[in-house]
T-cell receptor, first 108, second 112 residues
Framework: QKEVEQNSGPLSVPEGAIASLNCTYS??????FFWYRQYSGKSPELIMF????GDKEDGRFTAQLNKASQYVSLLIRDSQPSDSATYLC????????FGKGTSLLVTP | DAGVIQSPRHEVTEMGQEVTLRCKPI?????LFWYRQTMMRGLELLIY????????DSGMPEDRFSAKMPNASFSTLKIQPSEPRDSAVYFC??????????FGPGTRLTVL
């Protein structure tokens, strides 16, 4: 069983701060990594993907990948209350394996 | 272009009844996925199709579950007979490749 682990949270950060979400995975052969955002009662929405070691930036979001340590992280700069959601990490193996998500709460 | 369409959005049924969930993928997407999401188990892949052919159904919990994709624009997930433990949100997703998947709004199923 290929595992994708996330801290369930909730992770609480004040508005304007940096939120850091982490994910570890067990399949060393994984090549593709994804972050989905899921608002309460809604479907998962793809926000970022990363394939190579290092950082990938998209607006306020930065995905970081370290294949040697088998972790991927998502940084959200200048966090806003509208960022409050559950963030799902997904790792591509034979199929896309999802973690159970980290709940993020951004407080005004 | 419209996203993934699912129906119904909510379904309440009694134990033992047959339930059919429907999905229309994004036009041109070759892959279609069915997921189930619960608080306890998170998001679980049930089955996926490539070009209308079932590729991996290892996530289907038992014989009570079946899925079909008769054409490129329609898929169904059927539960017969339904049980209370089947209560969950069922998502359909589609993609051009295995990885970058786009999810439908989901069907919230409650089995009494």
């Amino acid at each position: 069983q290929k595992e994708v682990e996330q801290n369930s949270g909730p992770l609480s950060v004040p508005e304007g701060a940096i939120a850091s979400l982490n994910c570890t995975y067990s399949d060393r052969g994984s090549q593709s990594f994804f972050w989905y955002r899921q608002y309460s009662g809604k479907s998962p929405e793809l926000i970022m993907f990363i394939y190579s070691n290092g950082d990938k930036e998209d607006g306020r979001f930065t995905a970081q990948l370290n294949k040697a340590s088998q972790y991927v992280s998502l940084l959200i700069r200048d966090s806003q209350p509208s960022d409050s959601a559950t963030y799902l990490c997904a790792v591509m193996g034979y199929a896309l394996n999802f973690g159970k998500g980290t709940s993020l709460l951004v407080t005004p | 272009d419209a996203g993934v369409i699912q129906s119904p959005r909510h379904e309440v049924t009694e134990m033992g009844q047959e339930v059919t969930l429907r999905c229309k993928p994004i036009s041109g997407h070759d892959y279609l996925f069915w997921y189930r999401q619960t608080m306890m188990r998170g998001l679980e892949l049930l089955i996926y199709f490539n070009n209308n052919v079932p590729i991996d159904d290892s996530g289907m919990p038992e014989d009570r579950f079946s899925a079909k994709m008769p054409n490129a624009s329609f898929s169904t997930l059927k539960i017969q007979p339904s049980e209370p433990r089947d209560s969950a949100v069922y998502f359909c997703a589609s993609s051009l490749s295995l990885d970058t998947q786009y999810f439908g709004p989901g069907t919230r199923l409650t089995v009494l």
